[in-house]
């Protein structure tokens, strides 16, 4: 009953969008997944999918690759990608599975959900190189950032919830963050995300949306936090087994 984490799956298996403009590394990627994700994961284990799932644009457009992934195994606890157009509010994402039969997928969405050693949380958060700026014109950055980092507090009381409930029955579980940004890579650091994180003590942060970088550690420290880069290409389409601070 193990927790793993693949970032940036972006399905298109209805739409056949390629990805091999991003490298050699996407050729044939949707078999990557499946064939990389069923050798390392078990099916009472849990993966989070943490953003860019479909390059689908409705919910209901998204049915061939959710279905994907429902039928991998373990449960998956999805998150919010850029790409994610397909994404709707939580009742009406939890409605569609359910008259779809999509049994394995769960949404991170203003909420945290607990597994068997951890409690997981997260957002999409937010990211932009100020060297490069690819947002429109009368885009309100510091509104997106507030109401990103709004998001990661509620998910992230939700968490502590959880956690001091284990307390109670005993059980001590960390509380890790898993966002679709990276809030601090490279010189650039979100810190309005940054300081929710600090805020609840959290030292552990699984982020994603980067691309064709291959050059670079897999997890780093910055101002006590550990990030750890779990883009599918990264990783190389193989899910990432977290393991729980006793048994590093």
Partial sequence: MSLFVLSDTHLSISDNKPMDIFGSRWAGYTEKIRVNWNSVVNPDDTVVVAGDISWAMSHTGALADLSFLNALHGTKIIGRGNHDYWWTSL???????????????RFLYNNAIETDDFIVAGSRGWYIDESNRKMPQDADYAKIVAREAIRLELSLNEAKKLQAAAKERGQDKEILVFLHFPPDFRGYVCREITAVMHKFGIRR????????????????????????????????????????????
């Avoid at 009742?91 to 997928?105: G, H, I, P, S, Y």
């Fill in 91 to 105: 009742t009406k994402l939890n409605r569609f599975c359910a008259d779809n039969e999509l049994t394995t997928l």
């Fill in 205 to 248: 942060c699984y982020f994603g949306h980067i691309h064709g970088v291959y050059d670079i550690a897999r997890s780093y420290v910055s101002d006590g936090i550990t990030y750890t880069l779990t883009s599918a290409d990264f990783l190389n389409f193989v899910p990432l087994l977290i393991m729980t601070m006793t048994s590093r």
